[in-house]
Structure formats: structure tokens, C-alpha cells
């Protein structure tokens, strides 16, 4: 785990954000439905920290790693950033994804790839990319002399040390990780996690974490969101959510990492059913449907709720069931 981020104003402010895509037309080419991808998500992000997303497929993670880059407009709600312009925060707010053999160009050599960024800003001499380059690149542990080289001509753990040299070369202030270790092997994962957590701290950045692996989210993460159908059931403090965790549905999450020596169980904590299509939103309490403990007060809608070091989307507020 990371250091404690500062006490300084948040870098990016959501509040009550709402991402919805069109599903066809009709014949006077309005829409004839919607997916619902984020449902009034609330969340700040602070300097220096790492804020865990996690979920299972389907939830929303990617749709919000997706707002974060500017790939998709939020629907309704605001969203906050700290810089003045659209050009700031493209140069500070920079993305790591799962894949790195499909993330990379096979055509461009390594430098270019690097300097990608740079590139779609404009403005730095091809000579001061090579350089930068060079050093990003002896940062992330590839020698210069490879930088002519291209993607095909690495393994995945050095792909995906390419990939974060480019995440570096703007010199940015927020990484993006979108399961930044899934694609590779487990000896090769935790090398790229301790790169990752010594780049944080010898530069002072803001991750935002989004993985299903509950392992490697409790090693890296400060803080912990939570999220089901779209919306951020629990957030807090990564230790605190992920060893005493509140919301039913976090605990089914947490009850589905296997254990080495524990016998296989069914969860007591949801129905066996499948996460509910976003197409047509519950009215009340999303988990509903899913939740063995539910009674009076669930069919209402649910806010967050709780101290800031550990929030609950659930009216129950974690009680002993």
C-alpha cells in the first residue's frame, strides 16, 4: 500500500455523474432505449493516492475509466477537474490498459510509442521526444538502445513496461490502470506492481486502480470503491472495506476469492442470480433482487451513507445478519 496521500484539494470531483448510450432507433431517429452504464456516481480523487475500482463484469468500471480519459461525456451530473483546460488535463491524466501486445502499435518503433502522448499534444521537438523517451524508458527498466526495436521484439512484462513509460512521458499526475497485470504471468505481475509503486512514490502520482483481483487492490490501494450496476455501493479506506466490509454485495465479492485449504461454499450473502441488465434500472436499492437479507426500507432508493472512512449504499448499514 501506498504512502497517505495529502490533505490537498481533490484532483477531480464527480458529483451524481450519469453515463447512458443509446441502444438503436426508431424511425424518427430517436433512441428506443438506453443502457445505463453509470448511475450517480460520487467520488473525489486525491493527490498522491490510489483509489481501487472494483466489481465484477458489467458494473461500470470501464464505462468510468472511459470518463476519466474523455472518451465518453458524462450524461448528467458534474464533473470536476483541477485544470484550467482540456489540453492540461489531457497532459495530466494519462492511462495504462490491460492488454499491452494490443495497446501498442506493432508498426512504430519504441520511441514513438513512448512519446505518443506528446505527439497528440504538440509542441516538443522530435529531439527532446527522443530524449524523454530515453529517460522514461530507463525509468520503467528498458535500455535505450532498445528504443529503435519494436513491440514484437519484447515479452508482455517489457510491453507493459513500454506502456507505462508512455503513461509517463507527458508527466502526468494520474495514471489510469485498467488491470494492468491480468495479462501476464504471476512472477511478472508482481514485478510490475513494485515498478508501479516505486514510480508513485518517487513522483508523487495518483493511480486509479481498476482490477478484479481483490489481491493486488488490497496490496496497492489507500482507498476502496465498490461498484454494482453502475452505481458505488461502499467506499472507504481500502483496509477497512476489504476486511470488514459492510454492503451484502461486497461481502459476496470478498466470499468469492478462493482460499488455498478452505473448502468451496455457497455465498450466504446473495441469491444466485446474475447481475440485472441496465437497460431498465430497479427503483429501489439496485442489489435487491440478489440479496439474501433484504426487507422493509430496500425497495426505496439507497444513497451513500456513513463516515468518510467507510460509506454504504445499503439503508441495513452493514448490520449483523
Not at 137 to 160: D, K, M, N, T
Not at 209 to 235: F, K, P, T
Not at 294 to 321: D, K, M, T
Request: proline letters at 7%; one cysteine or more; aromatic letters at 4%.
Amino acid at each position: 500500500m501506498t504512502a497517505s496521500p495529502t490533505q490537498a484539494a481533490p484532483l477531480l470531483l464527480l458529483n451524481d455523474v450519469r453515463v447512458r448510450f443509446p441502444l438503436g432507433n426508431n424511425w424518427l431517429g430517436q433512441p428506443r432505449a438506453f443502457a445505463h452504464a453509470l448511475n450517480g456516481i460520487d467520488l473525489e480523487l486525491r493527490p498522491g493516492e490510489t483509489l481501487g475500482i472494483v466489481g465484477e463484469s458489467g458494473c461500470g468500471k470501464s464505462t468510468l475509466a472511459q470518463l476519466l480519459m474523455g472518451l465518453v461525456q458524462p450524461s448528467s451530473g458534474d464533473l470536476r477537474w483541477a485544470y484550467a483546460s482540456e489540453r492540461e488535463r489531457h497532459r495530466h491524466v494519462q492511462i495504462v490498459f490491460q492488454d499491452p501486445q494490443s495497446s501498442l502499435d506493432p508498426r512504430l518503433p519504441i520511441w514513438k510509442i513512448i512519446t505518443e502522448p506528446l505527439f497528440a499534444l504538440g509542441g516538443t521537438p522530435v529531439a527532446e521526444m527522443r530524449a524523454i523517451a530515453a529517460r522514461v524508458a530507463q525509468q520503467v527498466g528498458i535500455r535505450s538502445e532498445y528504443l529503435e526495436r519494436y513491440p514484437h521484439q519484447f515479452s508482455g512484462g517489457q510491453r507493459q513496461r513500454i506502456a507505462i513509460a508512455r503513461a509517463l512521458a507527458s508527466d502526468p499526475d494520474i495514471i489510469v490502470l485498467d488491470e494492468p497485470t491480468s495479462a501476464l504471468d504471476i512472477s511478472v505481475q508482481a514485478q510490475i506492481l513494485n515498478l508501479l509503486a516505486e514510480l508513485q512514490r518517487s513522483r508523487g502520482l495518483t493511480f486509479v486502480l481498476i482490477s478484479h483481483n481483490v489481491s493486488v487492490v488490497r496490496h496497492m490501494a489507500d482507498r476502496v470503491a465498490v461498484m454494482y450496476l453502475g452505481q458505488i455501493v461502499e467506499l472507504g479506506r481500502a483496509e477497512q472495506v476489504l476486511e470488514h466490509p459492510r454492503h451484502p454485495y461486497t461481502r459476496l465479492l470478498l466470499e468469492a476469492v478462493p482460499r488455498l485449504g478452505a473448502p468451496l461454499a455457497h455465498s450466504q450473502s446473495a441469491a444466485p442470480t446474475e447481475l440485472p441488465g441496465n437497460r431498465k434500472l430497479p427503483g429501489g436499492c439496485f442489489f435487491l433482487e440478489r440479496c439474501s437479507r433484504r426487507g422493509p426500507g430496500c425497495e426505496n432508493p439507497q444513497a451513500l451513507q456513513g463516515a468518510a472512512s467507510q460509506q454504504v449504499r445499503c439503508h441495513l448499514q452493514g448490520a449483523p445478519g
